[in-house]
């Protein structure tokens, strides 16, 4: 069974770039096997051996372009059935006017269409509206904009799936300005100012020149032949502006990244905008990015918090984005670190796991479910919910059916939810026999109970269980279980074909309990930026992220500030639990002043609160290793904390924070103290901090080693076909 993917040409674009990128990355994971047809004799060297390369078959019908020939719809015709093709997924509007030929003498055949532009649901061409409507089964939009368009133009068989870019072939760079120094600006676009706007740049740098602001710009996009004409133009346009010295156009360049590197602004003011994929490069890369206030691009840039939206159209807008911008590093900065979360939404990875389910869809093929995951719901608040969202971005859920078994809310919906969850998993276990994993993560206590009935029903179907221990009070559980009750934990424990826990004092302690359990350690993952961003505090902001109640300790800080009065710091406190009495104890304490009391925090906003932070305290009573401790080492943090349960293994008193005694006021206030009044401290602290959770916490290095467990419970000919990629002979 194939997929027919269908260009027109194979020149340097976004489409075409885009078309690579996800067929790279369909053949890590995807058990689908593909096809390409280029229909023009448009081909870029540079892409051409990018595509031959990737072990799959390729055929070029070197067409020129606009014939209409019959035999290249025999060729097509060909391949579907030499390949026994089920499906064409069709990139531009020429490769849906073909593969809609094929499917008037093939009925089965299902067709898909990504539409990657605006302005393509042309209303005045009737037949190709038809053809968007009655014969594509399902078109792409790869915008809330895009979509939107096509609904307005009849067009209902629309969904939307996100563009997205291999995040890895652009990794963040710590990019800064000097003033008086040139500062240079990019734009990546086609040369095509109708839509992209680059003359609207052009007159921006003028204004820039004028104003002494030392701009250069790099204009780098391909010059198609019916843009020649426009190019010219162009060269006119910076004659007349006076700007030959300040502008350079590159125009066939396939690798975009080390220009990228190279530059301190992206911009982009497009007229109109189907998404701008080269967007999503400039922010991971780490520029801060200009774009036009329309379509795609304002789904992608928040303005003034990852990036900056101008008035489209507007000339003298851009221009004071561009001043506010060079004038502003530091702010400009925050928004670069805000896009370099927010980009993680659009890596390759999600974009290709979208598709592989449109697939499955149209051809009614169910995907084969290697493992079952049981967690807690990801919209819980915690770090059970992170862990599976960082399971879900980086891949490890490719071949994985997750099923949510606990919700915060009632307890009549907590029940219901379960029982749902439980008849949920049966129903997999008996109709689906490809399932050779499940992989429980679990707290404690009614966690533990509802993945024990879970672990006995998978047991009785033979299948590899994994237990992933995330509660640091299991010992205090199991130590108040009656002796049945702890007899039966031990069975279960020692039954698991793994137990991973995060921590070796925790591995001693669960071995203590369960001596024939085979137990692993792995820690905690987190996201390590490629940079730490250097802090230059005037006061010290100590940070809490947790749970408010007495295991976390957030009364003990309450305590050790009051005795510390007057104070030359600030504490914020972020997280859910007992926030009115948190709040009343503080202003009894008399320091509203100082500790600020705030609400739980999404993790998109958490970043930005690490930025601005300098110490992570939390001094908890019962830990296992907190996923607020390794994200806050991660962003360069001094931490305060507790010798319990595995955050020594994370913390080393006196290198990269201070461990004072669970409930010792007098220790957590020195500490404080310490830190408090010594900003080079902390500095050496926080590189302390990066430095290790570069070398222990790396999501990438973390995962790998779930992997690893995968592979050593798979069987031998499971293991084969996840990685076999089978190779068929392709014409070029």
């Given amino acids: 069974m194939s997929i027919l993917h269908l260009i027109s040409s194979l020149e340097v674009g976004g489409q075409e770039k885009m078309l690579i990128t996800q067929l790279k990355e369909h053949l890590k994971h995807s058990h689908f096997q593909f096809v390409v047809v280029v229909m023009n004799s448009k081909v870029n060297p540079v892409l051409h051996d990018e595509l031959i390369n990737l072990d799959m078959p390729v055929y070029f019908f070197n067409r020129p372009q606009s014939h209409l020939h019959p ?59 038809l053809i968007y409507r009655y014969i594509i089964n399902t078109n792409i939009a790869i915008s809330k904009e895009v979509k939107k368009e096509a609904l307005d133009s009849g067009v209902k068989n629309v969904i939307m799936i996100h563009n997205g870019t291999a995040l890895d072939e652009f990794p963040f760079q710590n990019i800064t300005w000097q003033p008086n120094q040139p500062f240079k600006i990019i734009n990546v676009a086609r040369i095509d100012p109708d839509q992209k706007g680059q003359d609207i740049l052009l007159h921006a740098l003028k204004l820039c020149k004028e104003a002494g602001i030392p701009v250069q710009c790099q204009f780098v996009g391909r010059i198609a032949q019916e843009n020649e004409m426009d190019f010219l133009k162009l060269q006119a346009l910076i004659q007349t502006l006076d700007l030959h010295d300040n502008v350079e156009f590159i125009t066939d360049c396939t690798h975009v990244y080390p220009l990228l590197c190279k530059s301190h602004l992206f911009v982009l003011p497009s007229r109109y905008e189907g998404f701008g994929n080269v967007i999503i490069e400039a922010m991971s890369t780490g520029l801060p990015v200009i774009v036009s206030n329309i379509d795609g691009p304002k789904e992608l840039i928040q303005h003034h918090v990852n990036g900056y939206q101008l008035e489209a159209l507007n000339p003298a807008d851009l221009y004071k984005k561009i001043k506010y911008v060079y004038f502003n590093q530091e702010k400009a900065m925050s928004c670069v670190a805000q896009a370099r979360e927010d980009v993680l939404n659009y890596d390759i990875s999600i974009n290709a796991s979208r598709y592989s389910d449109l697939y499955r869809s149209l051809l009614r093929q169910k995907p084969d479910y290697l493992k079952i995951m049981i967690s807690s719901d990801v919209r819980n608040k915690g770090g059970m919910s ?332 499971t293991k084969k076909r996840q990685v076999e990629n089978l190779q068929l002979e392709g014409v070029t």
């Avoid at 990139?91 to 094929?102: A, I």
């Avoid at 879970?454 to 010992?475: D, T």
């Avoid at 220790?667 to 310490?674: D, F, N, P, R, S």
């Fill in 71 to 129: 035999k290249y719809l025999i060729q097509l015709l060909k391949i579907i059935f030499r390949h026994r093709v089920q499906l064409i997924h069709s990139h531009d509007k020429g490769s849906t006017f073909w593969s809609s030929l094929c499917k008037l003498f093939l009925p089965t055949l299902k067709l898909a269409y990504t539409i990657h532009n605006r302005n393509i649901m042309n209303q005045k061409n009737k037949l190709r509206l």
């Fill in 386 to 717: 992170t862990l599976v969202k960082l399971f879900q971005q980086y891949g490890l859920m490719d071949d994985t059916l997750y099923l949510n078994s606990h919700r915060d809310g009632s307890t009549v919906m907590k029940i219901g939810l379960f029982l749902k969850c439980m008849f949920g998993f049966l129903r997999c276990l008996l109709t689906m026999p490809s399932v050779q994993i499940v992989y429980l993560i679990v707290s404690e206590r009614g966690s533990f109970v509802r993945k024990s009935i879970l672990f006995i029903m998978a047991k009785a179907f033979r299948k590899k269980v994994i237990l992933h221990m995330q509660g640091p009070e299991f010992i205090v559980f199991y130590n108040d279980l009656p002796k049945p009750l702890q007899k039966l934990s031990t069975y279960i424990l020692n039954h698991m074909d793994f137990v991973i826990v995060l921590s070796s004092q925790w591995k001693a302690d669960i071995q203590a309990l369960a001596p024939h359990a085979k137990i692993k350690v792995i820690y905690n993952p987190c996201v390590v930026p490629p940079v730490l961003l250097p802090k230059t505090p005037d006061t010290v902001r100590f940070l809490f992220l947790g749970r408010f109640g007495r295991r976390k300790g957030v009364y003990d800080i309450i305590k050790a500030v009051k005795k510390l009065k007057p104070v030359h710091f600030t504490i914020d406190l972020y997280g859910d639990g007992e926030i009115e009495k948190v709040r009343q104890q503080i202003k009894l304490a008399g320091l509203s002043d100082t500790i600020f009391v705030h609400d739980w925090i999404s993790d998109t906003e958490k970043t930005a609160v690490f930025e601005k932070s300098d110490v992570f305290i939390l001094p908890s009573y019962h830990e296992g290793l907190p996923l607020a401790i390794v994200e806050a080492m991660a962003h360069g943090l001094a931490i305060i904390s507790t010798p319990v349960g595995g955050i020594p293994e994370a913390v080393f008193h006196g290198i990269n924070g201070y461990l004072v005694s669970p409930g010792n006021i007098e220790q957590l206030g020195e500490a404080i103290v310490a830190l408090a009044n010594s900003k080079e401290r902390v500095r050496q602290m926080g590189e302390e901090s990066y430095r290790i959770a570069a070398e222990k916490f790396e999501v990438h290095a973390i995962l790998d080693q779930v992997r690893q467990l995968y592979n050593e419970l798979l069987p031998s000919d």
